[in-house]
T-cell receptor
Framework: SQTIHQWPATLVQPVGSPLSLECTVEGTSNPNLYWYRQAAGRGLQLLFYSVGIGQISSEVPQNLSASRPQDRQFILSSKKLLLSDSGFYLC?????WGQGVTWEQFFGPGTRLTVL | GESVGLHLPTLSVQEGDNSIINCAYSNSASDYFIWYKQESGKGPQFIIDIRSNMDKRQGQRVTVLLNKTVKHLSLQIAATQPGDSAVYFCAENILAAGNKLTFGGGTRVLVKP
């Protein structure tokens, strides 16, 4: 079966510090991978989307970047965090279009980031 | 831009009653819809999905209804239980454009004992 991991679960960082959040998927190959941010009491905002190694689409302009060094690894980074980067970060995966009969996205447990 | 939205931000339901959560979407090209449940501090969990060639789909205690004429999606939960208390999100997608979901703002369901 497929599983998705995110770490760390919680993180408190000072403004101006760097960030690295990691997401890995097991039990599937060549997945689509996604990073979302969720502000408190709000919906999910898609930040990045990847269909393969080294292929990253940025959905909104921001202070963050993403990388996909391996097929099932997705990393969210920042060189200098802002207060507005605080939130709940969710990684998700799905099958590639045309490779399945369902297209749901499967979410990880999330990382709660607080920037002080 | 086109987006998915919800009519009710909070829904209080008596335990044992049926719940109905509504969602309006504005992109007529969307052909795939999903409902997710998110408990506090956790990632969203898939509940049920429906393609635009269907009007209704049933799962275990849940039913999703799609009305393409008025661009409306609803989730019905039968015999609501305390464990159903959570935030529910609808999401839409245009499958041929890639699997990128657009999420609505969410509805909080509170189940009263």
């Amino acid at each position: 079966s497929q599983t998705i991991h995110q770490w760390p679960a919680t993180l408190v960082q000072p403004v101006g510090s760097p960030l690295s959040l990691e997401c890995t998927v097991e039990g599937t190959s060549n997945p689509n991978l996604y990073w979302y941010r969720q502000a408190a009491g709000r919906g999910l905002q898609l930040l990045f989307y990847s269909v393969g190694i080294g292929q990253i689409s940025s959905e909104v302009p921001q202070n963050l970047s993403a990388s996909r060094p391996q097929d099932r690894q997705f990393i969210l980074s920042s060189k200098k965090l802002l207060l507005s980067d605080s939130g709940f970060y969710l990684c998700a995966w799905s099958v590639q279009w045309g490779q399945g009969v369902t297209w749901e996205q499967f979410f990880g447990p999330g990382t709660r980031l607080t920037v002080l | 831009g086109e987006s998915v939205g919800l009519h009710l931000p909070t829904l209080s339901v008596q335990e044992g009653d049926n719940s109905i959560i509504n969602c309006a979407y504005s992109n007529s090209a969307s052909d795939y819809f999903i409902w997710y449940k998110q408990e506090s501090g956790k990632g969203p969990q898939f509940i049920i999905d429906i393609r635009s060639n269907m009007d209704k789909r049933q799962g275990q205690r849940v039913t999703v209804l799609l009305n393409k004429t008025v661009k409306h999606l609803s989730l019905q939960i039968a015999a609501t239980q305390p464990g159903d208390s959570a935030v529910y999100f609808c999401a839409e997608n245009i499958l041929a454009a890639g699997n990128k979901l657009t999420f609505g703002g969410g509805t909080r369901v509170l189940v009263k004992p």
